[in-house]
């Protein structure tokens, strides 16, 4: 949105006002103190976002009865708008906008404004000095997400959060601010177990003693504890020697039982009825052989029948083989032939872009030219780097010839204007015109004096007209008021004397009568004797002293200005027509005097530019030579580059390039012609190979050749021949399989049948007969000695399940025979008794053994030595870690704080990147870095020394430069984001020095590029400065608080 007109009804010092201002770029608009520009400016930021209440009850108290407001046309896109806004004699704020026939009410024209609110257009669009110094304002949550980054991004807030907890862990092992930390629990509990130590040496005579006490006893139980085990032991002995006695016993008499009948171990236990089955099986055996032998000789009969040509037999598979390449022959026959005709295409192909590449291009040369991508990129880069030379040379002549041109007729108008004026010295002209301006100051100075004294002369003049002398006392008459005067002072002396030394009433007729005579002495003299002579004196004597001032500055004046003196007999005061007629003279020459001296500097600066130009193009002389230098050693480069590569040599890139694709669609159709060809000989070598197989396995088999067939034909007809004879041979394998499988029958029941045979004979053979009766007899004696064995077996179970419940007891079979069973009853009843005295002095002991130890843990509680001493260790084994893990979080966090400032180097937000850029313009390279501290809202600048300050350690003129960086930076954020508003700037730089100040107004001219900038300034040479640079200013005349502005 942009401002074409500015239309003020009446506001402030404004009434019917009709500014327009440009659309595009910058709008300088000037004049003197208290001319109307801050008015225009909140005029503008009225009519946009509303009049404020102060300003409105303001603006009615000084124009009662009429309304106040006006209307601004404005641009937004391609629409125009009317935007119109009033207060009415009550205060109340009127509005209407329109853009032809289209009305908006304020809430839609809010909508229109882009989002930027009221706050955010005061602070950043509109600047003067206060909006500018206002830290604050970019703080807010819009412009501070622009200024500050509305987030830190997941790297930001992990440096940050690392850095806080790293700090929040060292603080909560070692904080000296506040004394607390692990280290000072550690440290109070280390003097704690001190103390402790020192107090458990009393604790440990008495645990000794206890300590003893116990491992006497301890020692008397181990002794008790060893002979009731091997009273156990032997009670255990006797125990189970009586429950082994009854088995062992019975054992031996099976034992005795098993002896008596004949040993027959390897007989075999189910041999009966494995005997019967063997029988039944060679019966069958024999039957299955003589069938077996019947049908072979028949398929034997019938495999003589069928049996055909050997060789074609032998070579079946290598004939099927090629048989089965019959499609691939085919094809390799029909590719030959399309092989051919593309060879001979391509040739032709070839052959003609050969020729149309000229003279000189043979298959060789096409051969040898490299045709890489790695050759190509070469090609392009050494062309875009020529290119690029000469299309800098080419800029650098239109800039260095444009800057010439205008340099030289700068000058020349520059010199023209010299020979005009008829000055030799611009320095000298310059020191004349100073001079002759401080002397027509002089002369106004003087004129104002000479008025003064004028109107004093005439003042003192009309005075001593008016005053009037009386007369004065004679001598006689002075002398007789003296006497009078003194006789009333000796009779008030008289009085008060005689009134103490005598009466009262004498006393107070004399200090009456004195007191008579010196009132009428003082009435006399006050009555005829007044100051009007020695006023008249005075004012005389003044008139003479200002007569004389007044010719000293008439002498001057005739010096300096020219004009004839006037002496005191002739002196008449100047009428008024005169007075003016002389000031407007006097005006004019200092305008003329003054306009001559801004003539002169205006031609010294351009003197300057002039000098700095020549600089320029000296440098730029220089630059062209380095250019051409570069142009010609790209050319070289290029050259050899096309030399290398196998093209014809020439400077033009463009020619270069269709050599190269003409070469390079050659060398593919070459490419494809060799391969073409190559593919044909493999084509015609394959069926070659393929001819010579067939012709060798048609000798092998025997078959008759047919002239005039193809190879693919030829298969053909051997397939056919192929089928008949696997026809017939299908039959002579079945029936050799047939024959071989009733061939392996046979033998198999042979052998079974002779296995049976064997199997039958072992088995009598084991079993000790030779006869199925003698079997019968050795089966029954067999069964019976089974089953001693099996209750031999039980037995010697049950005597191992005794043995496993007593492993540590041993018995031999002498104590079994030597067993006596009463002896060994009353040897049991006797251990018994013993057990029982052991197992109670056990039980009492233990006891005594409890209380003591019970002692020793009350004791123990208090914390032993050794444990106090290994507590100790302990903690000073956490004081040594805590410190470690101290010293590492302050490595970690030093490295934290280098990262987070490397961050912070890096990832800055880009609109302080940008207000950067304008600081480092704004301060002629003294600053060159904004940045924010991470996760703050705080502002740092760093100095081309790399010194960083805060905006408190700032000038006030760097203040405002820094501040007016932030601003432009998010005028042009907001302008990427499409929010487009006229921008308003309030004389901002005049705590600017002139370098800085000269440095702001270039930068605010490149700021200006393609937005709407409103420039208000009072000030002169800052006008002067714009306008060297092409900016026509709107002058403002002066006004006085009581007038209002009118338009024209």
Known sequence: MRITDIMIDRYGVWSDLLLPVNNEGITLIHGPNEAGKSTLMRFVRGILYGFPAVGVSRDLSNDSGHSTGGSLRLTNGRQALEVTRTIDEHGRQLFRAAAGTKSYNEPEFAQLLEDVDAEVYRTIYTLGLKELRELSTLQSDQVGAQIYGSTLGLIGQRLLKAERKTKDLSRHLYDPDSSTGKLFDLSGEYHSVTQAIR???????????????????????????????????????????????????????????????????????????????????????????????????????????????????????????????????????????????????????????????????????LANIDCSPESQLRLSNSARTYQTALSRRSRHRRKYRRVSDAHHQRQTEWQDRLRRLGISSLDDAIKAAEKRIAELENVARLRVREAELEQHLRSSQELLDKTSLQRELPWWAQTTLTMFAMAGGFLVLAGL?????????????????????????????????????????????????SERELLSLQRQLTHLYGQPQRNGANRTPLRAAERHAVHQSQGELVRQATQHLTDLQTLKRTEERLIKTRKTLSIQREKRAAHQKDVSATRSAWCDLLKQLGLPETVRTREATIHWQQ?????????????????????????????????????????????????????????????????????????????????????????????????????????????????????????????????????????AALGR?????????????????????????????????????????????????????????????????????????????????????????????????????????????????????????????????????????????????????????????????????????????GIEMPVVFDDLFVNFDQERTEAAVETILDFAGGRQVLFFTCHAHLANMFTDRGVEPIWLPSISRQTTRQAG
């Open 497 to 545: 004397v005689r009134g103490i030394q005598t009466g009262w009433i004498i006393g107070l007729i004399y200090l009456l009568t004195g007191m008579m005579g010196g009132a009428l002495a003082w009435a006399l003299r006050a009555h005829f004797e007044s100051d009007d002579h020695q006023l008249k004196r005075r004012i005389r004597r003044e008139m003479e002293e």
């Open 663 to 799: 070469a390079l669609d050659a060398q593919q159709t070459w490419r494809q012609w060799q391969a073409a060809r190559e593919d044909a000989k493999r084509s015609e070598d394959l069926l070659a190979q393929f001819r010579e197989q067939m012709e060798l396995v048609a000798g092998r088999i025997s078959v008759k050749r047919v002239d005039g067939l193809s190879l693919s034909k030829t298969l053909d007809h051997w397939a056919s021949h192929l089928n008949d004879f696997e026809h017939s041979y299908s039959k002579y394998q079945n029936a050799r399989q047939e024959l071989r499988q009733i061939s392996r029958k046979l033998e198999n029941a042979q052998a079974q049948e002779d296995r049976i045979r064997q199997e039958r004979e072992a088995l009598l053979q084991r079993a000790g007969v030779t006869t199925h009766e003698g079997f019968q007899q050795a089966l029954v004696h067999y069964q019976r000695h089974q089953e001693l064995n099996g209750l031999i077996v039980d037995l010697q179970d049950q005597l």
């Open 199 to 365: 107090k458990a040496d009393r604790v440990m005579d008495r645990y000794q003693s206890q300590l003893d006490e116990l491992k006497r006893l301890e020692q008397k139980q181990h002794h008790r504890r060893t002979r009731l085990q091997q009273l156990k032991r032997e009670q255990g002995h006797h125990h189970y020697l009586q429950r082994v006695y009854t088995p062992w016993k019975r054992m031996q008499e099976l034992e005795r039982d098993r002896a008596k009948l004949p040993d027959l171990q390897d007989f075999p236990a189910h041999s009966a009825s494995r005997l019967a089955e063997l029988s039944a099986d060679l019966d069958k055996a024999r039957k299955t052989t003589k069938q077996l032998r019947q049908q072979k000789l028949g398929l034997k009969k019938e495999f003589e029948q069928h049996q055909g040509s050997r060789s074609l037999r032998d070579h079946a598979s290598g004939v099927r083989a090629l048989i089965d390449l019959r499609k691939l022959v085919d094809s390799a026959e029909k590719h030959l032939a399309a092989g051919s005709a593309d060879v001979a295409l391509l040739k032709s192909e070839l052959d003609d872009k050969l020729s149309t590449m000229g003279s000189g291009w043979t298959i060789n040369r």
């Open 805 to 977: 419940e007593e492993p540590n007891l041993a018995i031999v079979e002498e104590d079994l025979r030597a067993y006596d069973a009463s002896g060994n009853r009353e040897r049991m009843e006797m251990f018994g008794l013993e057990i029982e005295d052991l197992e109670r002095e056990l039980a009492e002991t233990q006891e005594l053994i409890g209380r003591i130890r019970q002692t020793l843990t009350n004791l123990e509680s208090d914390a032993t030595e050794d444990d106090l001493k290994l507590q100790r260790q302990q903690i000073i084994d956490q004081a040594a870690a805590t410190l470690s893990d101290y010293r590492a979080g302050e490595i970690a966090q030093s490295a934290l704080q280098r990262m987070t400032a490397e961050f912070e180097e890096r990832y800055q937000p880009a609109t302080l990147a940008r207000a950067s850029e304008y600081l480092e313009k704004l301060t002629v390279g003294r600053y060159d870095q904004i940045r924010t501290p991470l996760g703050s809202r705080d502002l740092l600048i760093r100095e081309r020394t790399g010194e960083l300050r805060g905006v408190h350690q700032l000038s006030d003129g760097t203040r405002e430069q820094l501040f007016l960086s932030i601003r432009l930076a998010l005028i042009d954020t907001f302008s990427d984001e």
